[in-house]
């Protein structure tokens, strides 16, 4: 069996799909893209077509290692998040070759269902208790929010105190043991991150993300001095060489790596041992699209240390489509009590509608994130 054919479909709201046929008539699916740079990514697994079509599907490993390896550049966004699309992909055509979902040929699972969580209150949190009660209502039982808007170097109490009040009205609104995540965005520099927070620890969160940008990850174990509450990143790291000095610094209580962008399953499988290791739990990244959320789900399943999934279902992205959209099982991703079961299907356990994604992709998206400004001009961090 070789690969025979590789397709890409850009679609709505902001997802870049990628389908791998074989010679057998088997195909495979994965989700290749970084967040308003899928014309890049596409272009990356355009370029990297010569080195799959013809190639065993089979043979994983060795094709990561050459697309990885054999090109002397190597990680990066762009990179490695067309490695995991197509890795994704093959694991999926893997699956349903052996009739298995992808965890089996991973292990087998170590859970029957994994925690989830809901976005609330946009890029400009609001009114987020409201939005947290109707998320609890529906049978969520946490949520994650975005902490602030742009804050410069040195800014205002006044933007903190807007924090503590929104994440005090969900406390209220929720009680004491629904779960809170607070998502800095990499928004905050050091010296606004320390003070916020501290101003958060009283509210026993389930995590703080990204306090300051994973670049700057020496200023963790700073931040980390002024607070309890578990230290969450990872969303902007690729391959396990990134993790490596996560890990070595000791500071970082959650990673969050992104089968869509760390490399694909088996490599963010590689990550989430390492992160065992270090006794550090880990909570998959995924505001993407529904063949990405099937590969972060194949990852927790066989995960010991996986303890919550992100999903974008209603997220503020999906303007025009949703996850359901491009599935033909509508229950797919059916969650009760906030935990979504483990599947047994093959492969990466969806169904993916081919009709709807052609047909949308005839549409395509140019979504791009806003480019946010300081009162004073500079650009701030979105």
Not at 62 to 88: H, K, M
Not at 112 to 131: Q, T
Not at 217 to 232: D, L, M, R
Not at 297 to 322: F, M
């Amino acid at each position: 069996m070789k690969i025979k054919q590789m397709e890409l479909f850009k679609v709505p709201p902001r997802w870049l799909f990628l389908k791998i046929t074989t010679d057998d008539g088997l195909f495979g699916w994965g989700e290749p893209v970084v967040e308003g740079r899928a014309d890049t990514v596409r272009a990356c697994v355009e370029e990297l077509k010569d080195y799959v079509i013809g190639k065993d599907p089979m043979r994983i490993e060795d094709i990561w290692q050459v697309l990885y390896r054999c090109g002397f550049y190597r990680g990066g966004p762009i990179l490695s998040s067309a490695i995991s699309g197509i890795e994704q992909a093959l694991w999926d055509i893997k699956g349903k070759y052996y009739n298995a979902p992808v965890y089996d040929l991973l292990g087998g699972a170590c859970r029957d269902s994994i925690k989830i969580y809901s976005w609330i209150g946009g890029d400009r949190p609001s009114d987020v208790a409201k939005a947290a009660l109707e998320k609890k209502e529906i049978g969520f039982s946490a949520v994650k929010m975005n902490a602030t808007e742009e804050l410069n170097y040195i800014d205002n109490f006044s933007k903190v105190e807007e924090v503590i009040s929104r994440v005090s009205g969900i406390r209220e609104a929720c009680g004491k043991d629904f779960g809170i995540a607070v998502d800095f965005h990499g928004r905050v520099h050091k010296p606004m991150a320390k003070i916020l927070a501290k101003e958060l620890d009283p509210f026993h969160l389930m995590f703080i993300e990204e306090p300051v940008l994973s670049e700057n990850y020496e200023a963790f174990k700073e931040i980390a001095a002024y607070t309890s509450t578990p230290i969450a990143t990872g969303e902007r790291l690729y391959t396990r060489w990134d993790f490596k000095k996560i890990f070595e610094q000791g500071t970082v209580n959650i990673i969050q790596p992104d089968p869509s962008h760390a490399g694909g399953i088996l490599e963010c499988r590689k990550i989430a041992a390492m992160a065992e290791a270090y006794d550090v739990a880990v909570a998959p990244h995924c505001p993407l699209g529904p063949i990405a959320l099937a590969a972060c789900l194949q990852l927790d399943a066989c995960t010991p240390n996986a303890i919550i999934q992100e999903q974008s279902l209603g997220i503020h992205y999906n303007k025009g489509n949703d996850l359901m959209d491009y599935v033909k099982d509508k229950n797919v991703f059916r969650y009760s009590d906030g935990y979504v079961p483990v599947s047994t299907a093959p492969g990466l356990g969806i169904d993916i509608d081919e009709d709807m994604v052609r047909e949308r992709a005839k549409i395509g998206h140019h979504w791009k994130n806003d480019v946010w400004r300081n009162a004073d001009g500079t650009a701030a961090e979105w």
